[in-house]
């Protein structure tokens, strides 16, 4: 009989009111929670707080040891994970909260999006340095994420100019990024911005996209300088300091944009009181607090450190010198 009233749910289209209920309140989550809730909230609320006090020593740390301006690109860029598992966990335990988390989290990768680009031209001795070192030479730019199928593209002269616009092709991410995040918030507060709403009236069809154009324009100028220049730096582990970078990238955009579209169309199921949009940010949250715990612990060992000051393009010139000579000496006793 149960099972016959199920199945006249199920055909009458009844959905639980819960799934069509706005995220719920804070207090609400707390008094759901079981046991098995309590000790998983209290896990994740442990290593976002974790992640937060080992990043705030790492900042004294680079504060006291390194030199401006590079002691604050550094600290930027290493509070990224940190600062994205703080704002999860605020999501993870104010669902109602979840837009303005992700929205701060994403504002503040932005800024470090730039600062990656920054850190690059800082550890060849600023931009200065930078434009005497790569003088009469050229880059690379057929690579991704906007031209890396584009083989053909010929190479383009390293100049001040070119060196601007790698610099403003990254800034106006964390510019317009910022501008936009703003706005949506203003929207949404009136009613007017919702993730749901695909349709061509609505404004998040036409903010997203728009934002989406902006991240990849951003990211192509990052990759061209770190394709050209990663050979000069290896020293300074900057390979697995951008693999942490792009990591992050991926955990905090691509992932949650998957989950979110999962939990649009129903692939997450509502679980009351969570709706499966609520559901789906909440799972997003609970996965990124993990995950970011884990990227803080690798990206302190490469940050919490100094490094040897790389070698002039003299120092250079003079090994390649000797290299070339001792080779000669070798050659002309055999």
Same mark, same amino acid.
């Given at each position: 009989?149960?099972?016959?009233?199920?199945?006249?749910?199920?055909?009458?289209?009844?959905?639980?009111?819960?799934?069509?209920?706005?995220?719920?309140?804070?207090?609400?989550?707390?008094?759901?929670?079981?046991?098995?809730?309590?000790?998983?909230?209290?896990?994740?609320?442990?290593?976002?707080?974790?992640?937060?006090?080992?990043?705030?020593?790492?900042?004294?740390?680079?504060?006291?040891?390194?030199?401006?301006?590079?002691?604050?690109?550094?600290?930027?860029?290493?509070?990224?994970?940190?600062?994205?598992?703080?704002?999860?966990?605020?999501?993870?335990?104010?669902?109602?909260?979840?837009?303005?988390?992700?929205?701060?989290?994403?504002?503040?990768?932005?800024?470090?999006?730039?600062?990656?680009?920054?850190?690059?031209?800082?550890?060849?001795?600023?931009?200065?340095?930078?434009?005497? /070192?790569?003088?009469?030479?050229?880059?690379?730019?057929?690579?991704?994420?906007?031209?890396?199928?584009?083989?053909?593209?010929?190479?383009?002269?390293?100049?001040?100019?070119?060196?601007?616009?790698?610099?403003?092709?990254?800034?106006?991410? +964390?510019?317009?990024?910022?501008?936009?995040?703003?706005?949506?918030?203003?929207?949404?507060?009136?009613?007017?911005?919702?993730?749901?709403?695909?349709?061509?009236?609505?404004? +998040?069809?036409?903010?997203?996209?728009?934002?989406?154009?902006?991240?990849?324009?951003?990211?192509?100028?990052?990759?061209?300088?770190?394709?050209?220049?990663?050979?000069?730096? /290896?020293?300074?582990?900057?390979?697995?300091?951008?693999?942490?970078?792009?990591?992050?990238?991926?955990?905090?955009?691509?992932?949650?944009?998957?989950?979110?579209?999962?939990?649009?169309?129903?692939?997450?199921?509502?679980?009351?009181?969570?709706?499966?949009?609520?559901?789906?940010?909440?799972?997003?949250?609970?996965?990124?607090?993990?995950?970011?715990?884990?990227?803080?612990?690798?990206?302190? /060992?490469?940050?919490? /450190?100094?490094?040897?000051?790389?070698?002039?393009?003299?120092?250079?010139?003079?090994?390649?010198?000797?290299?070339?000579?001792?080779?000669?000496?070798?050659?002309?006793?055999?």
């Amino acid at each position: 009989m149960e099972d016959q009233l199920v199945m006249e749910e199920m055909y009458n289209g009844t959905i639980d009111p819960a799934c069509l209920q706005e995220p719920p309140l804070a207090l609400d989550v707390i008094k759901q929670l079981d046991v098995f809730g309590i000790c998983l909230y209290s896990m994740l609320t442990f290593m976002a707080c974790v992640s937060l006090l080992l990043y705030l020593e790492q900042c004294v740390y680079i504060y006291k040891k390194m030199q401006y301006p590079k002691k604050t690109t550094l600290i930027w860029i290493s509070g990224a994970a940190p600062v994205i598992s703080t704002m999860a966990c605020f999501g993870m335990w104010i669902p109602r909260a979840v837009m303005i988390t992700d929205m701060t989290s994403n504002c503040y990768f932005a800024v470090v999006v730039y600062k990656v680009l920054v850190l690059l031209i800082e550890e060849l001795g600023g931009s200065s340095a930078f434009l005497e /070192r790569f003088s009469g030479k050229t880059f690379r730019i057929n690579t991704g994420p906007c031209c890396c199928c584009c083989p053909c593209l010929c190479r383009v002269a390293v100049s001040r100019r070119l060196l601007f616009l790698l610099k403003l092709g990254a800034l106006q991410y +964390a510019i317009l990024k910022t501008a936009l995040s703003v706005l949506s918030i203003i929207l949404w507060t009136n009613g007017n911005f919702d993730l749901a709403d695909l349709e061509i009236t609505g404004t +998040a069809i036409w903010i997203n996209p728009f934002i989406g154009v902006l991240t990849i324009t951003s990211l192509w100028p990052v990759a061209i300088v770190f394709m050209n220049v990663n050979s000069f730096l /290896r020293s300074l582990n900057i390979v697995p300091k951008y693999a942490m970078y792009q990591l992050v990238l991926v955990l905090s955009q691509l992932q949650t944009s998957i989950i979110n579209i999962l939990s649009l169309d129903g692939t997450i199921a509502c679980s009351p009181p969570f709706s499966s949009q609520a559901r789906g940010s909440m799972l997003s949250q609970q996965i990124m607090i993990m995950e970011m715990f884990i990227i803080c612990l690798f990206s302190r /060992r490469l940050y919490r /450190r100094t490094y040897d000051p790389l070698p002039t393009e003299e120092h250079d010139n003079e090994l390649n010198n000797k290299a070339v000579l001792q080779a000669a000496l070798t050659e002309h006793d055999v």
